[in-house]
T-cell receptor, first 117, second 109 residues
Framework: GAVVSQHPSWVICKSGTSVKIECRSLDFQATTMFWYRQFPKQSLMLMATSNEGSKATYEQGVEKDKFLINHASLTLSTLTVTSAHPEDSSFYIC?????????????FGPGTRLLVL | GQNIDQPTEMTATEGAIVQINCTYQTSGFNGLFWYQQHAGEAPTFLSYNVLDGLEEKGRFSSFLSRSKGYSYLLLKELQMKDSASYLCAPMDSNYQLIWGAGTKLIIKP
């Protein structure tokens, strides 16, 4: 089956530092990857949609200069949280849509838990 | 606007059957997904319905009525490991998943 990995799975950082999270599709090519954020006991919130080779599309209220997304290849997208603050502490989840296949298909990564001290 | 409505929490007994209902309103519709999410983990895919009717997959079944904007997830022979949140997520005309807060299911022995 299609596998999506995220790295790291856990990260603790100091306030003001930047954190990079990687999302990889391991056995398929993904033209589109989605980045979600989930706070405790809340629903998943779509942050942005990234398409390989083009700029990401950010949802309303998500700062594109703070959450930098790079989708440089068909198997890798990265989310960089710049100048992280405690309120950025959350569960970040990516999903990937295969290049071949139906548009409704998305495979989720295992998530990255970020704690900013 | 787009909206998902499911119960916040449900409790059921091991071995029993439980039905989790979901009503939704979306801008366009490209099917509805059910996901299971254990605490601290990412969602895992359970089912996808795009046509009306019942889809059965082992102990889990999912039903869709597009005209009513309604779906349910039926879990049979409940096991303790089924304790999790269950997320109803319709897909809108842009193929974007619309997420609610989910239903926390508690299984008691």
């Amino acid at each position: 089956g299609a596998v999506v990995s995220q790295h790291p799975s856990w990260v603790i950082c100091k306030s003001g530092t930047s954190v990079k999270i990687e999302c990889r599709s391991l056995d398929f090519q993904a033209t589109t990857m989605f980045w979600y954020r989930q706070f405790p006991k809340q629903s998943l919130m779509l942050m942005a949609t990234s398409n390989e080779g083009s700029k990401a599309t950010y949802e309303q209220g998500v700062e594109k200069d703070k959450f930098l997304i790079n989708h440089a290849s068909l198997t890798l997208s990265t989310l960089t949280v710049t100048s992280a603050h405690p309120e950025d502490s959350s569960f970040y989840i990516c999903s990937a849509r295969p290049a071949s296949g139906e548009q409704e298909t998305q495979y989720f990564g295992p998530g990255t838990r970020l704690l900013v001290l | 606007g787009q909206n998902i409505d499911q119960p916040t929490e449900m409790t059921a007994t091991e071995g029993a059957i439980v039905q989790i209902n979901c009503t939704y309103q979306t801008s366009g519709f490209n099917g509805l997904f059910w996901y299971q999410q254990h605490a601290g983990e990412a969602p895992t895919f359970l089912s996808y319905n795009v046509l009306d009717g019942l889809e059965e997959k082992g102990r889990f079944s999912s039903f869709l009525s597009r005209s009513k904007g309604y779906s349910y997830l039926l879990l049979k022979e409940l096991q303790m490991k089924d304790s999790a949140s269950y997320l109803c997520a319709p897909m809108d005309s842009n193929y974007q998943l619309i997420w609610g807060a989910g239903t926390k299911l508690i299984i008691k022995p």
